[in-house]
């Protein structure tokens, strides 16, 4: 009976807190997407990188990035990328479709012109960053942002929800 009454409070205490976040999430204002959404609109969690995917994740980290209107390229890739500055630094974002056609286009790359994320250098190379569906090319010198934007991004795109079914 003790046992039935604990999980009876537990239920009500989560129950409770849950709305609490619920309504403090409803009530709390809507943040501006950076790739021209409307403000409010959430950015889909879907397992893929997107452009507001990255933003929220480095702001999320502290790194206070801002999106710059330029349209970067990078040769040999095929696509055209967008720009977000970080610090003092330009972050060159390329999205595909899946990380196969990100595989595919990241081999055409010479590697001699970049440093690996997690190489610590004092060259002043860009540093290539990938992860699932996006390449990241980060031109800063400093090691400790290069890390910071590195993990925020190796960490993976946003995941969609799964369902819990006990």
């Not at 995917?53 to 999106?67: D, H, I, T």
């Not at 286009?105 to 860009?126: C, H, I």
Request: charged residues 20%; neutral net charge.
């Amino acid at each position: 009976m003790k046992r039935l009454a604990l999980t009876a409070m537990l239920l009500v205490a989560c129950g409770r807190g849950a709305d609490t976040n619920a309504n403090e999430a409803a009530g709390s204002p809507a943040v501006a997407a950076p790739n021209g959404q409307t403000p409010g609109v959430q950015c889909p969690a879907t397992g893929l990188w997107a452009e507001c995917g990255v933003y929220n994740r480095l702001e999320r980290a502290g790194l206070a990035p801002r999106r710059d209107s330029s349209v970067v390229s990078e040769s040999p890739l095929t696509i055209t990328g967008s720009q977000l500055n970080v610090g003092n630094a330009d972050l060159e974002l390329y999205f595909y479709s899946d990380w196969r056609a990100r595989e595919r286009e990241q081999r055409l790359l010479n590697k001699a012109k970049y440093v690996s994320f997690d190489a610590p250098t004092m060259q002043s190379l860009p540093t290539l960053i990938q992860n699932a569906n996006l390449i990241a090319i980060l031109h800063s010198r400093n090691d400790h942002l290069r890390e910071r934007v590195s993990d925020a991004i190796t960490a993976g795109p946003p995941q969609p929800p799964t369902s819990f079914n006990p």
